[in-house]
């Protein structure tokens, strides 16, 4: 079983839609989850973070997490074609020396204007 | 956000070659940074953990003979390509954790390597 598990997409919205981007994730001890977006031959860049249960908004992203299922998600409102791009899900551990995160494949977004 | 700089960001050498590949945290310490691998349509793969002061600690699979790894500072990390190889043509990211943001990763630019 993978780690983190995001389904590769692609996911096709049309401009001005919500985008649902999922994540799972198998250590029940995580504590600290990512979001980051990384443009075609660009390195990622970090979108959103969450530490607690529930709901995290800023600006048009809002993501959600549910230790209980393991399950973190983003929120994409008014979708835009500039947000097409592959969405990366990262979770760390609890403890540990390092920091070390642990991503998912990504999930592809593609905005239709 | 904080600011991590990566040099050079492109690279072609010839095969058998070294490549040395600088990664620098540029407003905040970092006494760990994180160096990763991206084949085309891949996701990232963890390749190491550089540690200031101490030896880098490498992932499965991953030589560190050919990729060796100095934390000389705590703003300075850098990678060395060992004898490159067409195989080892790749995008090498960089990324550093910065603990008054939570220790949320912050990356740099990356390097695209290619060994002709």
């Given at each position: 079983?993978?780690e983190v ?13 919500i985008?649902?981007?999922?994540c ?24 959103m ?6 709901d ?9 997490l ?18 097409s ?29 | ?48 953990t550089?540690n200031?002061g ?10 560190k ?8 500072s ?8 060992t ?20 220790n ?13």
């Amino acid at each position: 079983q993978k780690e983190v598990e995001q389904n590769s997409g692609p996911l096709s919205v049309p401009e001005g839609a919500i985008a649902s981007l999922n994540c799972t994730y198998s250590d029940r001890g995580s504590q600290s989850f990512f979001w980051y977006r990384q443009y075609s031959g660009k390195s990622p860049e970090l979108i959103m973070s969450i530490y607690s249960n529930g709901d995290k908004e800023d600006g048009r992203f809002t993501a959600q997490l549910n230790k209980a299922s393991q399950y973190v998600s983003l929120l994409i409102r008014d979708s835009q074609p500039s947000d097409s791009a592959t969405y990366l899900c990262a979770v760390k551990g609890y403890g540990g020396a390092t920091n070390k995160l642990i991503f998912g494949t990504g999930t592809l977004l593609a905005v239709q204007p | 956000g904080a600011v991590v700089s990566q040099h050079p960001s492109r690279v072609i050498c010839k095969s058998g070659t070294s490549v040395k590949i600088e990664c620098r945290s540029l407003d905040f310490q970092a006494t760990t940074m994180f160096w990763y691998r991206q084949f085309p349509k891949q996701s990232l793969m963890l390749m190491a953990t550089s540690n200031e002061g101490s030896k880098a600690t490498y992932e499965q699979g991953v030589e560190k003979d050919k990729f060796l790894i100095n934390h000389a500072s705590l703003t300075l990390s850098t990678l060395t390509v060992t004898s490159a190889h067409p195989e080892d043509s790749s995008f090498y990211i960089c990324s550093a954790p910065r603990v008054v943001a939570g220790n949320e990763q912050f990356f740099g630019p990356g390097t695209r390597l290619t060994v002709l």
